[in-house]
């Protein structure tokens, strides 16, 4: 069984992902922290609101292909 995070610690670690300088940076600590949510709606939402403070398309659609 995969380890999850609870709803706390992945909304705040997704909060503090959003912070970062580099999309390169983000999107894959975004990528990383999916990997170990909850596979559900509710987390795919919080990334998709996310994926809205990426700056480069590509970077933005690498995470959003994730989603889908």
Known sequence: MPNTLDTEMYTALISAATKMDSDFE????LL???DSMP???T???LMK???DSISSDFERQ???RKLQ
């Open 26 to 29: 983000m999107v894959s600590t």
């Open 32 to 34: 990383a922290i999916y």
């Open 39 to 41: 596979q559900d709606d």
């Open 43 to 45: 987390s795919k939402n």
């Open 49 to 51: 609101d996310a994926a």
């Open 62 to 64: 690498k995470l959003l």
